[in-house]
Nanobody, 126 residues
Framework: VQLQASGGGLVQAGGSLRISCEAS????????VGWFRQAPGKEREFVAA????????TYADFVKGRFTISIDNVKNTVYLQMNSLKLEDTAVYYC????????????????????WGQGTQVTVSS
């Protein structure tokens, strides 16, 4: 499956932004989709994920109550709605997907994903 992220940009602290990730190819074989982020000088970290077809979302503690992951299965697009943005949310955001054949039952670590998009920059200013 191929993933194309978009929608990043510059936003003021306290503002909102929605980024998107369009999936193409073998989407019927996707088990889980997620978002990760990587700030300069830091390791890539888990943000949010949810099953591709149905199921509850999982969030990192630092985005709970502020970010929401959703999926439009008709458009094969994953969204990350980000509200109450903070300076520390500045990072490159990557969408990722786990194929059903690769799925181990866990999806909070980057090595558990076998498909990655190219990333979209989100910059939060004061």
């Amino acid at each position: 499956v191929q993933l194309q992220a978009s929608g990043g940009g510059l936003v003021q602290a306290g503002g909102s932004l929605r980024i998107s990730c369009e999936a193409s190819g073998r989407t019927f074989g996707v088990a889980v989709v997620g978002w990760f982020r990587q700030a300069p000088g830091k390791e890539r970290e888990f943000v949010a994920a949810r099953p591709w077809i149905d199921g509850s979302a999982t969030y990192a503690d630092f985005v709970k109550g502020r970010f929401t992951i959703s999926i439009d299965n008709v458009k094969n697009t994953v969204y990350l709605q980000m509200n109450s943005l903070k300076l520390e949310d500045t990072a490159v955001y990557y969408c990722a997907a786990v194929s059903e054949s690769y799925y181990s039952g866990s999806y909070s670590y980057s090595y558990e994903y076998d498909n990655w998009g190219q990333g979209t920059q989100v910059t939060v200013s004061s």
